[in-house]
């Protein structure tokens, strides 16, 4: 029994410290607007989102997107998903209305040298561009009211599709998460965890995108609704075989020593 609470604490140990964080901001360390635009500075359209107080999803702080056109981005160092690391993005997202369509979306960009990828996740209101990939068809107004929307801009991606796996969560008003998890060539897409859309391509080969800017705020006006965004991460991951032969390998030699 003492050997299984080994095993089961170095696992989770190998699991908790494998993870490696490239950037992350739940925006609580902001004095003020001004230190919060000295951070966010690269990208900035309209001015920049806002520090509010208003609304968080981690105390007590979040970023605003009113209805006017409004983004801000944020750097890191480039870095490719693969399919023994997978690259996740993700944020908590304040959903204000599902009464009428928004523009508001966050991104993750492979943008230097050029723009050459771009995904973002949110509240679109665009139905003859956005598609249902289950029937190939043009979405209506009631299913952009309804399903979080996702953007793989650049081919091989599809362009605007909405998330609409069986039993993935539906738009509410309140905080969501939204994910991103990009393997070698294709992205999977989660709602409060629960996978909305699986094996989208976003690179034609592996290595092929590199990104290195995340934007909250879509840039696009919202005469709508707001948003709220809060707890943007980006952070390699290695895939649970992984985790499992490090820890097993740990627990193995931490038995062995005990033994000895």
Known sequence: MKKLFVLTGVLALASAASAQVLL?????????????GAAWNVGVVGGGTTLSLDQSYS??????QGVAAQQSARDFTPTSGSNAQPLEWSFRFYDSTQEANLRQFATIR???????????????NDSTLTKNLFTGLSVTAADLNTYYACRVAFAPGPNWFILNTEGVPTRSTGWHELKAVFSDTTVDLYVDGVLGM????????????????????SGLS?????????????????????????????????IFRRRQ
């Open 110 to 124: 492979d943008n230097s040298p050029a723009l050459a990828q771009l995904v973002a996740i949110g509240a679109y």
């Open 59 to 64: 105390a007590s702080q979040s970023v605003l």
């Open 24 to 36: 992350y901001d739940n925006f609580d360390g902001y004095a003020d607007q001004a230190a919060f």
């Open 198 to 217: 699986a094996d989208i391509q976003y690179a034609s080969a592996a290595g092929a995108i590199t990104f290195d800017r995340v934007t909250v705020g």
């Open 222 to 254: 919202s005469a709508n609704g707001v948003a709220y965004y809060d707890d943007v991460l980006v952070q390699l991951v290695p895939e649970p075989s992984s985790f499992a032969l490090a820890g097993l390998g740990a627990a193995a030699l931490l």
